[in-house]
Every structure is written in C-alpha cells, then in structure tokens.
C-alpha cells in the first residue's frame, strides 16, 4: 500500500511540475534573447543642442514573441519610456508572414510637399535587410514594406486587435485598379 500512495505522490507532483511548467511557457519573457526579428528606428534629422545625442524611438520584435519600445521625451513620448509586451501566436505569425513578404525597396510615388523632419530605418536583422526613409512623406517603399510597418506598429501597439483587423493591416493591399478605356466599368 505504501508503494501505491508513494507512486501516486509522485505522479500529482510530475503533474503539478508539468502543468506549472506549461503556464509559465505560455507567458512570453520581459526579457527578450537574441537578435530581433523587426526593428523600425526613428529619429530625428539633427541634435537640439550641438554635442547632444539624436533622439530616437526604437520599436523591436523579437521571434519568441517579445516586443519591446523605446521612446524619447524630445518626441512628445509619455512615461515610461521604455515598454515590452508579448505578441499573441497569431500575431506573430502574420507578423512574420508580413516580413518574408517585404522586398526592402524604394518604388516610384507622387512627391509630397510636407517637410520632413524624421528619418526612418527599417530593418530585418536576422534577413540583413535595411531601409532608410523620411517621415511623414518621404521616399515611398515597396507594398510589402509598407505593410509590414503597419502590421508591426499594430501588433506592438497594445490593445486588443481582431485577427481580422491584423490581417488587413499585415497582408498586402491589392492595387487600386484604374478604369481603362478598352475596359468598361462593371
């Protein structure tokens, strides 16, 4: 009998580990490991002061589902300054999608006319791809670039996101289609 009551602690015990162990998996790490998947670097074009450092807010997402943000006050960011968060399974996997989809590349647009004051970099660390453009209307990026920008403020922006809001903002929006001659209005 004791055996019996031994081996019975023992399992109620694995079991315990074992269901601990899932729900502390299941949380993402505040402390993200390794090189991010996504970061998008803004800053400004120069320094306020001479010899003052430029200031920068710095969105990074990294593959075990972590984000993490960092702002400066020059921007206008509220406290605190430095955030994380965890990024749902779906998400992350549109997120990631919207990345392998993402060519990295300038494209021809119509020129804006506002001023621009901040440069961007956007970056797959992991890919060794870069791209560096203008806020609010500088050089436009490729469809896919641009989607992923948007997926991956929406995914570390907080809050709750429908699936379907996600996809919509990750996945590439389809060109507008202009009405040809040849081709009549349905």
Same mark, same amino acid.
């Given at each position: 009998?004791?055996?019996?009551?031994?081996?019975?602690?023992?399992?109620?015990?694995?079991?315990?580990?074992?269901?601990?162990?899932?729900?502390?998996?299941?949380?993402?790490?505040?402390?993200?490991?390794?090189?991010?998947?996504?970061?998008?670097?803004?800053?400004?074009?120069?320094?306020?002061?001479?010899?003052?450092?430029?200031?920068?807010?710095?969105?990074?997402?990294?593959?075990?589902?972590?984000?993490?943000?960092?702002?400066?006050?020059?921007?206008?960011?509220?406290?605190?300054?430095?955030? *994380?968060?965890?990024?749902?399974?779906? &998400?992350?996997?549109?997120? %990631? !999608? $919207? /990345? +392998?989809?993402?060519?990295? =590349?300038?494209?021809?647009?119509?020129?804006?006319?506002?001023?621009?004051?901040?440069?961007?970099?956007?970056?797959?660390?992991?890919?060794?791809?870069?791209?560096? *453009?203008?806020?609010?209307?500088?050089? &436009?990026?490729?469809?896919? %670039? !641009? $989607? /992923? +920008?948007?997926?991956?403020? =929406?995914?570390?922006?907080?809050?709750?996101?429908?699936?379907?809001?996600?996809?919509?903002?990750?996945?590439?929006?389809?060109?507008?289609?202009?009405?040809?001659?040849?081709?009549?209005?349905?």
């Amino acid at each position: 009998m004791s055996r019996r009551l031994v081996l019975a602690t023992l399992a109620a015990i694995a079991l315990v580990g074992a269901i601990d162990h899932a729900t502390a998996a299941a949380e993402c790490r505040q402390r993200p490991r390794g090189r991010p998947i996504y970061r998008a670097t803004e800053s400004g074009f120069a320094a306020p002061t001479p010899g003052a450092p430029v200031p920068r807010q710095i969105l990074a997402v990294y593959p075990d589902g972590t984000w993490t943000w960092h702002g400066d006050p020059s921007f206008g960011d509220a406290e605190p300054l430095a955030r *994380t968060g965890c990024v749902a399974p779906a &998400a992350l996997r549109e997120l %990631t !999608a $919207a /990345l +392998a989809r993402a060519r990295f =590349r300038f494209i021809t647009a119509p020129i804006c006319a506002a001023v621009n004051d901040r440069k961007v970099v956007i970056e797959a660390p992991r890919r060794g791809e870069r791209i560096v *453009t203008e806020r609010p209307c500088g050089r &436009a990026t490729d469809r896919g %670039t !641009a $989607a /992923l +920008a948007a997926c991956a403020e =929406r995914v570390a922006g907080g809050g709750d996101v429908s699936l379907d809001d996600l996809r919509a903002s990750c996945r590439l929006a389809r060109p507008a289609r202009e009405l040809s001659p040849r081709r009549p209005a349905r």
